[in-house]
C-alpha cells in the first residue's frame, strides 16, 4: 500500500466516523426533546453546540499553550535556530505558513500542534524530544506535527470535544428533569401509551449510555486522525523510517510528562498518560507499535 493509499484511507474513515458522530449526537437531542415534548431542547442543544464549537475554536490554542506552560523558542541561541530551521523547511515543503514554535521545558519526549486553522497555528516541542532525537526522527516528529495543521485536525478534534461535552451535559439535565417530572413526558392523546413508555425507556437507556457511546466515537476519531498525520508526515519527508524511528524511541521513554492532564492529552503525538490493556479502548493514540508497523509497511518507492 502507498503513503497515498494510506492517507486517502485514514481521510474516509474519519469523515464516516464523523458523519455518525454528528448524527449520532442529533439523534440523541431529538429523543430527548422527543420525550419531554419540548422541541426547545432539540433547538438549543443545536445553538450550544455551535457556540461552544466557536469559542473553543477562537481560544482553544492559547489555552492549550499556557495549560502546558510552553514558552516562544528562542532563536537567537543555534539551537533554536536550527529547529525553527528544520519547521521552517517543512512547512515551504508542505505549502503551510510556518506556525509559532513552542518548547515545553520538561525532559519527557513529546509534541503537540495547535490553533484554529493553519494562519494561526503553533508547535510545541519538549526539551527532552529535542535532545534525545537524531535530525531524521526529529523532522519526522515535526512533519506529524505539521500534517495535523495541514489536515484541519484541531477542527475536528474541537468539534468532536465539544460534542462529546454537550451530551454529556444533555443526559445528566434529561435525567434529572426526568426524575422531578416522573419519566416520560408527552401527553398529547394521540400517542399511544405504551409507545410513549417504550420510548421513555430508550431515553433513560440513552442518558447513562450516550456518554461513553459518544466518548468512543470521539476516541475512533482521534485515533484516526493520529494515523493520518503519520501518513502525510511520511508523505511530507518522504522518509516514513525517521517517524517510525522516533515513535519507537518515545514509547520507551519512562518519563512523565508534568503537564499532562486528559483534557490535552489529545493533542500530543503520544499520549502521555500510560494505559495498557482494557485502557487501550479508552485511549486517544492508536498502539505506538501498530503506527510503527503502518509506516514500516508503507511504499514509499511507489509514490
Given at each position: 500500500?502507498?503513503?497515498?493509499?494510506?492517507?486517502?484511507?485514514?481521510?474516509?474513515?474519519?469523515?464516516?466516523?464523523?458523519?455518525?458522530?454528528?448524527?449520532?449526537?442529533?439523534?440523541?437531542?431529538?429523543?430527548?426533546?422527543?420525550?419531554?415534548?419540548?422541541?426547545?431542547?432539540?433547538?438549543?442543544a443545536?445553538?450550544?453546540?455551535?457556540?461552544?464549537?466557536?469559542i473553543?475554536?477562537?481560544?482553544?490554542?492559547?489555552?492549550?499553550l499556557?495549560?502546558?506552560?510552553?514558552?516562544?523558542?528562542?532563536?537567537?541561541?543555534?539551537?533554536?535556530?536550527?529547529?525553527?530551521?528544520?519547521?521552517?523547511?517543512?512547512?515551504?515543503?508542505?505549502?503551510?505558513?510556518?506556525?509559532?514554535?513552542?518548547?515545553?521545558?520538561?525532559?519527557?519526549?513529546?509534541?503537540?500542534?495547535?490553533?484554529?486553522?493553519?494562519?494561526?497555528?503553533?508547535?510545541?516541542?519538549?526539551?527532552?524530544?529535542?535532545?534525545?532525537?537524531?535530525?531524521?526522527?526529529?523532522?519526522?516528529?515535526?512533519?506529524?506535527?505539521?500534517?495535523?495543521?495541514?489536515?484541519?485536525?484541531?477542527?475536528?478534534?474541537?468539534i468532536?470535544?465539544?460534542?462529546?461535552?454537550?451530551?454529556?451535559?444533555?443526559a445528566?439535565?434529561?435525567?434529572?428533569?426526568?426524575?422531578?417530572?416522573?419519566?416520560?413526558?408527552?401527553?398529547?392523546?394521540?400517542?399511544?401509551?405504551?409507545?410513549?413508555?417504550?420510548l421513555?425507556?430508550v431515553?433513560?437507556?440513552?442518558?447513562?449510555?450516550?456518554?461513553?457511546?459518544?466518548?468512543?466515537?470521539?476516541?475512533?476519531i482521534?485515533?484516526?486522525?493520529?494515523?493520518?498525520?503519520?501518513?502525510?508526515?511520511?508523505?511530507?519527508?518522504?522518509?516514513?523510517?525517521?517517524?517510525?524511528?522516533?515513535?519507537?524511541?518515545?514509547?520507551?521513554?519512562?518519563?512523565?510528562?508534568?503537564?499532562?492532564?486528559?483534557?490535552?492529552?489529545?493533542?500530543?503525538?503520544?499520549?502521555?498518560?500510560?494505559?495498557?490493556g482494557?485502557?487501550?479502548?479508552f485511549?486517544?493514540?492508536?498502539?505506538?507499535?501498530?503506527?510503527?508497523?503502518?509506516?514500516?509497511?508503507?511504499d514509499?518507492?511507489?509514490?
Open positions: 500500500m502507498t503513503l497515498y493509499d494510506h492517507k486517502d484511507q485514514n481521510i474516509r474513515k474519519t469523515w464516516v466516523l464523523m458523519t455518525i458522530f454528528i448524527a449520532v449526537v442529533v439523534g440523541i437531542a431529538w429523543v430527548f426533546s422527543y420525550t419531554l415534548d419540548s422541541p426547545s431542547i432539540f433547538v438549543w443545536l445553538i450550544g453546540s455551535l457556540f461552544m464549537n466557536v473553543s475554536y477562537w481560544y482553544s490554542d492559547s489555552i492549550v499556557s495549560i502546558s506552560n510552553a514558552q516562544p523558542i528562542d532563536t537567537n541561541n543555534p539551537e533554536g535556530k536550527r529547529i525553527y530551521r528544520l519547521l521552517e523547511n517543512l512547512a515551504i515543503t508542505a505549502g503551510l505558513p510556518t506556525p509559532k514554535l513552542y518548547i515545553i521545558n520538561d525532559t519527557a519526549m513529546n509534541a503537540f500542534a495547535t490553533g484554529r486553522n493553519p494562519e494561526h497555528s503553533a508547535i510545541a516541542l519538549t526539551t527532552g524530544i529535542i535532545s534525545r532525537l537524531e535530525q531524521s526522527e526529529l523532522e519526522g516528529v515535526i512533519a506529524h506535527e505539521l500534517s495535523h495543521i495541514g489536515n484541519r485536525d484541531t477542527l475536528i478534534q474541537t468532536s470535544v465539544v460534542l462529546v461535552g454537550l451530551v454529556a451535559l444533555l445528566d439535565w434529561f435525567l434529572r428533569i426526568s426524575f422531578w417530572r416522573g419519566f416520560g413526558g408527552r401527553s398529547d392523546n394521540n400517542d399511544n401509551g405504551q409507545l410513549g413508555i417504550i421513555g425507556v431515553a433513560i437507556v440513552l442518558a447513562i449510555l450516550a456518554p461513553i457511546f459518544v466518548q468512543l466515537l470521539h476516541l475512533a482521534s485515533r484516526k486522525r493520529e494515523y493520518l498525520a503519520d501518513a502525510s508526515g511520511a508523505l511530507l519527508t518522504r522518509y516514513p523510517e525517521g517517524l517510525a524511528s522516533a515513535l519507537d524511541k518515545i514509547s520507551n521513554d519512562t518519563e512523565p510528562l508534568e503537564v499532562a492532564n486528559r483534557a490535552t492529552a489529545h493533542l500530543f503525538i503520544s499520549n502521555p498518560l500510560k494505559g495498557g482494557v485502557k487501550d479502548l485511549s486517544t493514540h492508536p498502539p505506538i507499535n501498530k503506527r510503527i508497523e503502518a509506516l514500516r509497511g508503507m514509499i518507492d511507489t509514490v
